[in-house]
């Protein structure tokens, strides 16, 4: 039995039975590393004593009957924005190259408290800003089905390590597709989630009213696992909902906005959040669902074999009695445009933090008669202009651009403002609909180098999934079969606010149907 | 929407970032584009929309105003001061060392 080709749900249940222990599973992760990841490189730092020093001690709490739960035990690997204390996080960035966090993101400490085993960081687009992991100022992640292709991105070493079953699970981060886009290149499950849903706190921010923490895993069952352990509620970020069950219809109504004030985060605080269990709903009947088709996510632009695979699922669904109906989501066409605005305005302000003064690299050598022709200004300059990568500073320029005096109104203004009406048409559709389906991307995984010099180009491969975030709605990925040329499609399904729950139920059943998400790419 | 060099070497310099020649050519020549399909906006009628910054609906977000750390009694402040310090490239006497802003 190969272990690391396991499943979360399969691999704790070995574990439960002592068929095999987590120093077992963490080695033959370790392993497939070692044979493996030169060929993919979604490795950037592996952490193997760690890694095996976690196992044992998981070993030991099973052994004295005091096992943590699901996770406990299981190898996973985190996307390099995640800080964990003492451990470097890069952001694959140069600017960050040998940067050892102080303290750690609260999604790694709920994952750590639940005994699960961090094998290392893996690859993603400088500051998660890219669409292929060519942004990487540590070189491309290479697409385990087909390596002259990318394996998408900003989540590329994620989607990559999992399907290459380096690890059992990871995480990534998705602002506009980051999750789904290459989930979808690389055959795994993707979820991003409701914004607000998991703690954002200690990991780097690209565009903070859109970035959104999510799992990527082999499974559906394994994506609802790995949720139950990092949604809820952290007072250390700002924007985490508080969330209870009782307000899980509806905490976006007016009538509820007005108590979202101190005795809500009070009551969030003290019950630790009634969130539901995301496997409770996985196995329901999808049969009374009724689903939308967005007409301008079917448009032109797929590629034929993308949507040979959509049309195919769409015809599997309706099969097991899904109800499904063409509908309409008329300001997706604005979609890039105010998402690219709004997007690279924040992260223009995120990244004014990289300033060659506290943290990260910097023009300040460590000599002090070097030094002596240096001013301030010239070290931001300096620093800034030497640590950052090519699409880092597009997107400080752009962003900079649109929120400079004169231009504000006509971008940022005006992207915002559009922003309402595309969150106001998806509110209206989720009255009618339980959940949307689309594709993920207009095309498979594209070759290393096609599109980086075109940034335009890149953006707008982002089509199909870059709407969601603005309204702050999940989605999932899900394997949905292959082009004639061995590619895996995805496909997305949408649900609104909260609705993870319906999500997941109808991406289980879909996936059981063909079982896409079991075959594995030879390598 | 032609970004002229001079305005690109205005923006960088706004964002405080040094550009290569050959970088600000470039980035002139790329956000020209990005910003042309931009423009599309323009024709949404948005009068009476209010604008979108946050999808929560939560605001005045604040902790609850009491003391989480007793500064003086508290032997973990010296190692946190450590721990934030050990990333700046230049430190003295327990604080970030900066090059002067004003000139003497």
Redesign the interface.
């Known amino acids: 039995m190969e272990l690391n080709k396991l499943t979360i749900k399969e691999a704790s249940e070995g574990l439960k039975k002592g068929e095999f222990t987590s120093v077992d599973l963490t080695k033959a992760c370790l392993e497939r590393i070692k044979e493996v990841d030169k060929k993919i490189n979604a490795f950037l730092l592996v952490d193997g004593e760690g890694a095996l020093k976690a196992a044992a001690e998981s070993d030991k709490r099973r052994k004295e009957k005091k096992s943590l739960g699901q996770l406990d035990g299981i190898p996973y690997a985190l996307k390099d924005v995640f800080c964990v204390e003492g451990m470097k996080t890069t952001a694959a960035s140069k600017i960050l190259e040998d940067?050892?966090p102080?303290?750690s993101a609260t999604v790694y400490e709920k994952l750590r408290d639940a005994g699960a085993v961090l094998l290392g960081k893996v690859n993603t687009d400088e500051f998660t800003m890219g669409s292929s992991t060519e942004n990487s100022a540590f070189g491309v992640t290479k697409n385990p089905w087909d390596l002259t292709r990318v394996s998408g991105g900003s989540s590329g070493g994620s989607a990559a390590a999992v399907a290459a079953d380096e690890c059992l699970f990871a995480l990534g981060t998705d602002t506009g597709g980051s999750i789904r886009q290459p989930a979808s290149f690389c055959s795994t499950v993707g979820l991003k989630v409701t914004?607000?849903l998991v703690s954002r706190y200690g990991v780097m921010s690209y565009a903070s009213?859109f970035d959104t923490i999510g799992p990527l895993a082999k499974s559906t069952e394994d994506i609802a696992i790995i949720l139950n352990t990092i949604a809820g509620y952290d007072?250390k970020d700002?924007?985490s909902?508080p969330y209870s069950s009782r307000e899980s219809r509806g905490?976006?109504d007016e009538s509820r906005?007005k108590e979202?004030?101190?005795s809500r985060?009070?009551r969030a605080r003290s019950n630790n959040n009634l969130l539901p269990d995301y496997t409770k709903s996985l196995n329901k009947d999808i049969k009374e669902m009724k689903i939308g088709l967005p007409k301008e996510f079917f448009g032109k632009g797929i590629e034929s074999e993308v949507r040979r695979v959509i049309e195919k699922a769409i015809e599997d669904l309706k099969k097991m009695g899904v109800k499904i109906e063409e509908t309409s989501l008329p300001?997706t066409?604005?979609a890039?445009?105010?998402y690219?605005?709004i997007a690279k305005s924040e992260a223009?302000s995120n990244l004014?933090r990289y300033?060659?003064?506290?943290?990260?690299m910097?023009a300040?050598s460590?000599q002090p008669s070097a030094?002596s022709k240096?001013?301030?200004?010239s070290?931001?300059?300096?620093t800034?202009?030497?640590g950052?990568g090519p699409e880092a500073?597009?997107s400080?320029?752009?962003g900079?651009?649109?929120l400079?005096a004169g231009y504000y109104d006509?971008?940022y203004?005006?992207?915002?403002?559009?922003?309402?009406?595309i969150?106001e048409e998806y509110e209206e559709l989720f009255k009618k609909f339980d959940l949307l389906i689309s594709p993920v991307s207009p095309t498979p995984s594209f070759k290393i180098g096609e599109k980086i010099d075109d940034?335009?180009t890149m953006?707008l491969s982002d089509v199909l999934t870059v709407p969601i975030n603005?309204?702050?709605i999940p989605a999932v990925s899900v394997p949905a079969g292959f082009t004639k040329d061995g590619l895996p499609v995805g496909l997305q399904i949408m649900g609104p606010?909260l609705g993870e729950p319906k999500i997941l139920q109808l991406a289980r059943s879909y996936e059981e149907i063909n079982k896409w998400y079991k075959r594995k790419p030879n390598l | 929407m032609a970004?002229s060099k001079k305005e690109?070497k205005k923006?960088?310099d706004?964002?405080?970032?040094?550009?290569?020649e050959e970088?600000l050519a470039k980035?002139a020549d790329?956000?020209s584009?990005?910003?042309d399909?931009?423009k599309?906006?323009?024709e949404?009628n948005?009068k009476n929309?209010?604008?979108?910054?946050?999808?929560?609906?939560?605001?005045?977000?604040c902790?609850?105003d009491k003391k989480i750390l007793d500064w003086k009694a508290n032997k973990d402040i010296k190692k946190?001061r450590e721990?934030?310090l050990?990333?700046?490239?230049?430190q003295e006497d327990g604080f970030?060392k900066?090059?002067?802003?004003f000139e003497e």
């Open positions: 940067f050892i102080p303290y914004y607000g009213s007072e700002g924007t909902v905490w976006r906005s979202l004030g101190s985060l009070a300001s066409k604005y890039i445009a105010i690219y605005i223009s004014s300033d060659g003064i506290k943290y990260g910097s300040i460590k030094n240096l001013d301030l200004r070290v931001y300059t300096k800034r202009g030497d950052f500073k597009r400080i320029m752009l900079t651009y649109t400079s006509a971008y203004k005006k992207a915002s403002q559009v922003r309402t009406l969150k940034p335009l953006y603005p309204a702050g606010m | 970004l690109t923006i960088a706004l964002a405080r970032l040094k550009l290569k970088e980035f790329q956000l584009g990005v910003l399909n931009f599309m906006l323009s949404v948005t929309t209010k604008p979108t910054s946050q999808v929560t609906g939560l605001n005045n977000i902790r609850e946190n721990k934030l050990m990333n700046a490239p230049k970030i900066v090059p002067g802003v």
